[in-house]
């Protein structure tokens, strides 16, 4: 690739640039991250959404009592239907598709860096460079391909920022407006970004020229986005604003999710400094320091950062926490510290062609480095905790592997009518947005629970049944001779059940 040529070329070129290359690194983990990071991955997004479309999906309690919005998963029926359509049948592939669906938004998202880094100073060809360790960054995939609402809200975010930018320099109302738009539709994908959005309130009333005005447009425009949520609601729900109310009730009064794990207030600085190398977080925070000193110089910056340092700062101070929560602020700090190396380049480097190049690459191995060791067990399997297993393992972290592929190989069985999983509780599975078949499927992890279906499948008078054994999970005495091995994988075994005559 002749990167001379690239940054030689128009923007819209450099631009396209960095989003295809963006792209190709998340539809690579489209295909290779497959499995969930956290069962709201499966049935608070793909599982509600192949409901809606193919009729077939479990139902828990968020989508019973109207605690959620429908607006992403009837996103993601659409991208079902289309996928459908176009005659995507199989399994995995139709679920990749949705990965490949939200990379496209997150590549996009680094493209919008890019044109960040040009308005903060940089020329074509640095701003360039600095964007593509963002592009090919192991942890941006990552996250990128994770079928979950923080995953979906963060390039809307990431554009909301962009255009209020954009605000800020031209004062042009069609900017102030998409501002409104894309904050609202992270609202309406993740009720949690309304934090983000008040800190942006804050950061366009410290930085526009007719701060009042901007702040009471931007205010009122985002209440309305509230409404509209609101007024969708009447149509799924039957209630206006029941997924807001029933959300509020849950986590903010009730203190509900307090039960699942509470946590310090440094718990995610922690993760940080776990996650990321130094030469990563401590530029990232020098140069925050650096523009707060300079705040006159250096509006555009504030008002790129601070709405997600305030996003940051009030899940800090949420006792319930996991890392996934602030995954938009992963994506800020490795920008944020893209831009402090860019900032050295162009006021310390003599010749700054070449420093960009070094320092680009180096940014490179920073930003990957220590999140590939980190998430690299995870890339491609599901982490666990074993609460609803048995024996000395009970209440453990454990790894598991090919829960997803297994549950699309079962489905991909021409005569199949019945599915049983053994190993692996529903929780933890893929539901039936993984299984994609026109069959019941049954799920089990306890030696009762696993003998009971065994045996209430082999007494049965329905053929085609199937299951699929955990390989670590004992199969029952007196039933092996029921079972027909047909395949298997690293962690499965899959068989034909022979029913009793």
């Not at 894309?182 to 701060?211: D, N, S």
């Not at 995610?268 to 140069?287: C, R, S």
């Not at 690299?376 to 982490?383: G, Y």
Request: with cysteine; glycine share 6%.
């Amino acid at each position: 690739m002749n990167i001379k040529k690239i940054c030689n070329n128009s923007e819209s070129l450099a631009f396209l640039t960095i989003f295809a290359l963006s792209l190709l690194v998340r539809i690579y983990a489209s295909f290779t991250s497959l499995a969930q990071i956290f069962p709201d991955e499966i049935f608070q997004t793909l599982e509600p959404a192949h409901k809606l479309v193919f009729g077939r999906g479990f139902t828990y309690w968020e989508f019973k009592v109207g605690a959620r919005s429908w607006f992403l998963p009837g996103i993601i029926a659409g991208v079902y239907k289309l996928l459908d359509l176009c005659g995507v049948k199989d399994p995995l592939y139709i679920n990749i598709g949705v990965k490949i669906f939200y990379s496209i938004f997150n590549s996009l998202a680094v493209s919008v860096v890019y044109l960040l880094f040009r308005r903060h100073g940089l020329d074509k060809k640095e701003a360039f460079l600095f964007s593509l360790p963002l592009a090919a960054s192991y942890l941006l995939s990552y996250i990128s391909v994770r079928t979950i609402s923080e995953s979906a809200a963060l390039p809307f975010m990431v554009f909301a920022v962009y255009f209020a930018s954009n605000y800020v320099e031209k004062e042009t109302k069609k900017d102030l407006f998409f501002t409104i738009i894309t904050v609202g539709i992270a609202y309406m994908i993740r009720f949690q970004t309304c934090i983000f959005a008040f800190g942006l309130f804050i950061a366009l009333f410290l930085t526009a020229k007719k701060r009042f005005r901007a702040a009471l447009i931007f205010g009122a425009g985002y209440i309305g986005m509230m409404l509209i949520q609101g007024i969708m609601d009447i149509f799924t729900w039957g209630k206006f604003a029941q997924s807001l109310i029933t959300y509020l009730d849950y986590n903010i009064i009730r203190k509900v999710s307090d039960n699942f794990s509470v946590s310090p207030w440094y718990f995610f600085i922690k993760e940080f400094a776990a996650t990321f190398h130094p030469l990563t977080y401590i530029p990232a925070i020098l140069m925050m320091i650096f523009a707060i000193i300079n705040f006159r110089k250096n509006k555009s910056l504030v008002l790129f950062f601070f709405p997600f340092l305030f996003f940051f700062a009030i899940h800090s101070a949420i006792a319930h926490k996991q890392p996934r929560f602030v995954f938009a602020c992963c994506f800020a700090l490795l920008a944020l510290s893209a831009e402090s190396f860019a900032f050295l380049c162009k006021k310390y480097a003599k010749n700054r062609k070449n420093a960009a190049v070094f320092l680009s690459l180096f940014l490179l191995f920073s930003l990957d480095a220590f999140p590939h060791l980190k998430y690299s067990t995870l890339w491609n399997h599901s982490t666990t905790v074993v609460d609803n297993f048995y024996g000395r393992d009970k209440g453990k972290e454990k790894i598991f592997g090919g829960v997803l592929e297994t549950e699309a190989e079962l489905g991909r069985i021409p005569d199949l009518k019945r599915a049983y999983l053994f190993g692996i509780p529903q929780i933890w599975s893929g539901g039936h947005s993984y299984f994609h078949k026109n069959a019941p499927i049954s799920f089990a992890s306890k030696p009762d629970e696993i003998k009971k279906m065994l045996h209430k499948a082999v007494t049965s008078k329905q053929s085609g049944a199937y299951c699929a054994f955990k390989k670590d999970i004992g199969i029952p005495a007196g039933y092996r001779k029921n079972l027909e091995e047909i395949s298997t994988n690293d962690d499965f075994a899959i068989y034909k059940i022979e029913i009793t005559e």
